[in-house]
């Protein structure tokens, strides 16, 4: 069992749709992470927050949206995604947000843009 | 322009020998490194890791090697067992250049044959 929790595991939507992604960890750690996985490519890091404040954001569109609401909650908000963006989209937690740290990941939600 | 690179997008091993799974690199400012290995429907689980002073690093059945003078890291896992079957990631990071961001290689799916 992973100790990352995502929710939903699968979402379709359209692209007029609202929807939000959660992740959830209870294992105190200060830095979660968004990442976006297309097939056969390596997971492409999205947002990081660490101390629940936005630490990076790499040039993500802003129809998608990070929120922190506490340091065991991530979420990610979708909004007119394009069929494009359909993908897995991973979270993940490390203790602190420094890259020397193994990050802990949750199995992902698998979204498909109609 | 890929900065980790994993040349070999499948390997197939018997069990009971030794797989060997090869990362190259091309940024010379990484100085972190680490294998993630996944399973289909699950997110990326951390394995092991190097930091640049070292040349190797050992836990159990798993030994990653560093070659900084040819960018190079292998991952050895000896003897493989079925369980081994997975996508095998290799990561990097440049922790010395406060780069929070760790950038992932496309993975190697490991077949290990009865």
Not at chain 1, 57 to 83: D, G, I, K, W
Not at chain 2, 17 to 26: E, G, H
Request: hydrophobic share 30%.
């Amino acid at each position: 069992d992973t100790e990352v929790t995502q929710t939903p595991k699968h979402l379709v939507m359209g692209m007029t749709n609202k929807k939000s992604l959660k992740c959830e960890q209870h294992m105190g750690h200060r830095a979660m992470y968004w990442y976006k996985q297309k097939a056969k490519k390596p997971p492409e890091l999205m947002f990081v927050y660490s101390y629940e404040k936005l630490s990076i954001n790499e040039s993500v569109p802003s129809r998608f949206s990070p929120e922190c609401p506490n340091s065991s909650l991530l979420n990610l908000h979708l909004h007119a995604l394009q069929p494009e963006d359909s993908a897995l989209y991973l979270c993940a937690s490390s203790q602190e947000g420094l890259s020397n740290q193994p990050q802990h990941f949750g199995d992902g939600t698998r979204l498909s843009i109609l | 322009d890929q900065q980790v690179k994993q040349n070999s997008p499948s390997l197939s091993v018997q069990e009971g020998r030794i797989s060997i799974l090869n990362c190259d690199y091309t940024n010379s400012m990484f100085d972190y490194f680490l294998w993630y290995k996944k399973y289909p429907a699950e997110g990326p689980t951390f394995l092991i890791s190097i930091s640049s002073i070292k040349d190797k690093n050992e836990d159990g059945r798993f030994t990653v090697f560093l070659n900084k003078s040819a960018k190079h890291l292998s991952l050895h896992i000896v003897p493989s067992q079925p369980g081994d079957s997975a996508v095998y990631f290799c990561a990097a990071s440049a922790i010395m250049n406060r780069d929070d961001k760790i950038i992932f290689g496309k993975g190697t799916r490991l077949h290990i044959l009865p």
